[in-house]
């Protein structure tokens, strides 16, 4: 059975760093031809595609964020870890995880993690 | 970047009726080796994660009911779903992964009339 299952806070002062952490479950983050990524979904607005990791190490970020984005994977923890850097309020959203097969769109989901961003 | 707009941005129809979802691309998203238009469609409700519902355009998921079905013309894309059910009501994405940064409409929020 595969899952995906996000951690981390769920409040974090402006100016301060994000790290959330997805573990896999049900397939390996080496496994050939599947990336996993990060989305996120602010309160009543659209996705928005942050990042994504493949078996291959490559990494692809949103242009726009790029600059405060970092994904790594931990193939001993079967984990992916996402940072943000130099949080803002409008920063506050839903954090998904996702799966996604080579050639294919995300299929399977975290359940996500709120992430508010407050003083 | 791809921008994939979507229209209406919210719809009501009654239920047993049909609901019509359209989601235009600014480009192409048609991978040429297998014909393929690397679109997809996916449900959201609250407090859930995004449900797949379509890939390929045109592909129904495993376990999405086949009143829920997509077409393609061009850079037009369409999500019907026939004989609207009242666990249907939800936002309603498209999803570019045919080039980073992967893009999503803004989506559209259905109800029931």
């Known amino acids: 059975q595969i899952t995906l299952k996000e951690s981390g806070p769920t409040l974090v002062k402006p100016t301060q760093t994000l790290t959330l952490t997805c573990t896999l479950s049900?397939?390996?983050?080496?496994?050939?031809?599947?990336?996993v990524g990060w989305i996120r979904q602010p309160p009543g607005k659209a996705l928005e595609w942050l990042a994504l990791i493949s078996w291959d190490d490559s990494q692809r970020y949103s242009p726009s964020l790029r600059s405060r984005l970092t994904i790594t994977k931990d193939t001993s923890k079967n984990q992916v870890v996402l940072t943000m850097s130099n949080m803002d309020p409008e920063d506050t959203a839903t954090y998904y995880c996702?799966?996604?097969?080579?050639?294919?769109?995300?299929?399977?989901w975290g359940l996500g993690t709120l992430v508010t961003v407050s003083s | 970047d791809i921008v994939l707009t979507q229209s209406p941005d919210s719809l009501a129809v009654s239920l047993g009726e049909r609901a019509t979802i359209k989601c235009r691309s600014s480009q192409s998203v048609l991978y040429i080796a297998n014909k393929e238009n690397f679109l997809a469609w996916y449900q959201c409700k609250p407090g859930q994660p995004p449900r797949l519902l379509m890939s390929g355009a045109t592909t129904r998921e495993f376990g999405v009911p086949d009143r829920f079905t997509g077409s393609a013309s061009g850079t037009d894309f369409t999500l019907t779903i026939s004989g609207l059910q009242a666990e249907d009501v939800a936002v309603y994405f498209c999803h570019q992964y045919f080039n980073p940064p992967y893009t999503f409409g803004q989506g559209t929020k259905l109800e029931i009339k």
């Open positions: 996702a799966r996604r097969p080579l050639r294919s769109p995300f299929d399977y």
């Open positions: 049900g397939f390996s983050v080496s496994t050939s031809e599947v990336s």
